[in-house]
């Protein structure tokens, strides 16, 4: 039985995954049924919207199968991963660039992979049940499936914080820090899709919307600037130790753990992305980092204490974050030659 359900509903495309006991984690085979399900819409009359959800309630997707991607890693068969991470980017950007609109329903946990699939969609839907993360940094990965390039857009230095410390993000801080566009109440969704395949329109999305409670993430944000506002990690430190606030504190607890290589890679794939605003330059950076975090880097060590041993007490490389040199991260984002991500479609 499929991960994935791809249906025409009326006038829509409809996608749902439907991989509950992994919180619908991503696969390579989901990656690449998705990718199919898209490509054939694109020019298809009979299409006019797609939808993406997922099924069960808990989770839209809980990021990509690292577990997977630890036992390519740990037999050598780096081929397979690399051909995840690549397939993976390609469907994010094949999102970002999509002819139709597509309509992302964002319920309940979102990580890593999971927002590659949604962030990047025309219309994102949140409910008060989503919880969007981004935990690379705390795995020995950077955050990626074009997650710098929404991070370097969120207002002021927020996308920094939110990259280096894996903060949760609730419905209203997604809207804040344009991961999403609309709130909608879970009890609505049903009907909001059943409109959306009546009518075909995705105007019919503001007649669900409401709107969410404040940001606790935008009443921070002028100390968040203040402190990551700065040229490096180490100088990010010294300023979150300076303030006598809980989310600095938080903020600094979780840098700490965090691989120091990643903190270091992770600001500047950020910045990068700000500076060149495109999805193609933000998933290049990334894939450079994963493809090489799959052999020299701290990625399998991540999963392992995270997801494969669970004692949460990973070994990095690196003694910390002042180990890490100026050529130490470039050498992680150098062109991979003939390795590089390709875009080769014009969707």
């Not at 979102?110 to 949140?126: K, T």
């Not at 999403?180 to 969704?189: Q, T």
């Not at 105007?203 to 993430?217: E, H, K």
């Not at 003694?319 to 890490?324: C, D, K, P, S, V």
Request: net charge negative; glycine share 8%.
């Amino acid at each position: 039985m499929s991960d994935v359900i791809g249906r025409i509903e009326g006038r829509v495309g409809h996608i749902t995954l439907d991989r509950q006991p992994a919180l619908n984690a991503l696969t390579l085979e989901m990656a690449e049924e998705i990718d199919a399900l898209l490509s054939g819409w694109a020019d298809d009359p009979a299409v006019a919207i797609v939808v993406i959800d997922a099924a069960g309630g808990r989770a839209f997707c809980a990021g990509g199968d690292i577990t997977e991607l630890y036992r390519c890693m740990a037999s050598n068969d780096v081929a397979q991963a690399r051909r995840f991470f690549r397939t993976e980017y390609r469907l994010d950007r094949l999102i970002a660039r999509y002819p139709k609109p597509v309509v992302a329903i964002m319920h309940g946990i979102v990580i890593g992979g999971g927002v590659g699939i949604s962030a990047h969609a025309s219309q994102r839907i949140v409910t008060e049940k989503t919880v969007l993360v981004l935990p690379e940094c705390s795995i020995g990965l950077i955050p990626d499936v074009g997650t710098t390039l929404l991070l370097g857009k969120a207002p002021g230095r927020l996308g920094e914080f939110i990259g280096l410390t894996g903060q949760r993000l609730g419905a209203a801080d997604c809207i804040a820090v344009g991961f999403a566009d609309y709130a909608v109440p879970s009890a609505a969704v049903g009907d909001l899709i059943a409109t959306l395949v009546a009518e075909a329109d995705v105007a019919v999305i503001d007649r669900f919307a409401v709107t969410p409670d404040p940001s606790a993430l935008i009443d921070n944000a002028a100390a968040i600037d203040s402190a990551f506002d700065t040229d490096t990690p180490l100088e990010i430190i010294e300023r979150l130790k300076a303030s006598p606030e809980e989310w600095a504190s938080t903020a600094l607890e979780a840098i700490a753990k965090a691989a120091p290589l990643s903190i270091h890679c992770a600001l500047w794939a950020i910045r990068q992305a700000r500076a060149n605003a495109t999805i193609e330059a933000a998933l290049t950076n990334e894939y450079r980092f994963a493809m090489r975090a799959l052999t020299h880097g701290d990625f399998q060590e991540g999963i392992r204490a995270v997801v494969i041993d669970k004692d949460r007490k990973p070994v990095w490389r690196d003694a910390g974050l002042e180990a890490i040199t100026p050529e130490a991260v470039a050498e992680m984002f150098a062109d991979l030659g003939d390795h590089e991500l390709k875009f080769d479609r014009s969707v």
